[in-house]
């Protein structure tokens, strides 16, 4: 059967050296967890290096033409094959409530959304692993202190161990993208609740970084929040000086402060 051709407004861009495909593969710990989803899995570069492993795997897939091809070529996923746009299927169709892994080659103009996607699902998500363009896998596992440090940061690394694994060059890739790409992994916290309320913690961390040249007290001034609060000494500080751990402790003042 003849190849997928890379549609570029599914930013599509596929992996052509095996190594780096088996090395994403065997990054996933199989602990917590009988079945994996992978996003985007193209022509199966990936996905064949899944099927080798003692787990289930799942594959969602927008673009028909690679379904096709999938479907010729993988009898091993015979009715594994989710033809659907991953931000907008309802995974319990198929896991039902169950735990399970998300691992992809993550197509590039969505893949910050297939992470807060993630952290929406992340009671069933134990452990998620794929490649992004170098930099938002950069951002995803940044401490604090840095330029890259921000939204996603905090977010994922509130509910997540996260791990930058290692750099992919560009022409491994056809068509090549015009970064280079880097693969990260998130393994989900023993104890991943919020000891604040996660809607105000997510408005907290998103209304900090929209301003991230300013300081917590100017960024955080639609909050309204009371003078006493407001000369806490953490408000002295810019949003990206503050550690997962400061936010949720920022959010619990607010709390107490009756926003």
């Known amino acids: 059967m003849e190849k997928v051709k890379a549609k570029k407004h599914l930013g599509q861009h596929f992996l052509k050296d095996e190594s ?4 994403i593969a065997d990054s996933l710990s199989l602990k917590g967890y009988d079945q994996v989803l992978e996003i985007g899995p193209g022509m199966g570069v990936l996905t064949k290096y899944l099927l080798e492993k003692p787990i289930d795997t799942y594959v969602i897939e927008i673009d028909t033409e690679s379904v096709t091809y999938l479907d010729a070529n993988y009898p091993k996923l015979k009715d594994k094959i989710i033809s659907k746009d991953f931000l907008r ?20 103009n969505i893949s910050t959304q297939i992470v807060f996607r993630t952290l929406e699902l992340r009671n069933q998500i134990p452990e998620f692993s794929g490649m992004f363009q170098r930099e938002v896998a950069q951002r995803i596992c940044e401490k604090k202190g840095s330029k890259a440090y921000g939204i996603l940061s905090v977010l994922a690394q509130a509910f997540y161990h ?18 280079k790409s880097g693969v990260m992994i998130m393994k989900r916290k023993d104890d991943y609740s919020l000891p604040c309320g996660e809607k105000l913690f997510f408005t907290v961390v998103k209304t900090a970084f929209q301003q991230r040249r300013k300081t917590m007290r100017n960024s955080l001034k639609t909050l309204n929040l009371s003078d006493g609060l407001r000369e806490d000494v953490i408000f002295d500080k810019r949003p990206e ?8 402790e920022l959010t619990l003042k607010i709390e107490a402060d009756g926003v």
């Open 89 to 108: 299927y309802d995974v319990n169709e198929v896991f039902e409530g169950k735990q399970f892994a998300i691992i992809g080659n993550f197509p590039y």
């Open 241 to 248: 000086q503050l550690s997962v751990e400061e936010f949720i």
């Open 162 to 179: 996260t791990e930058y694994l290692f750099t992919v060059d560009e022409n491994v890739f056809n068509p090549p993208p015009k970064v």
């Open 20 to 23: 780096i495909a088996k090395d």
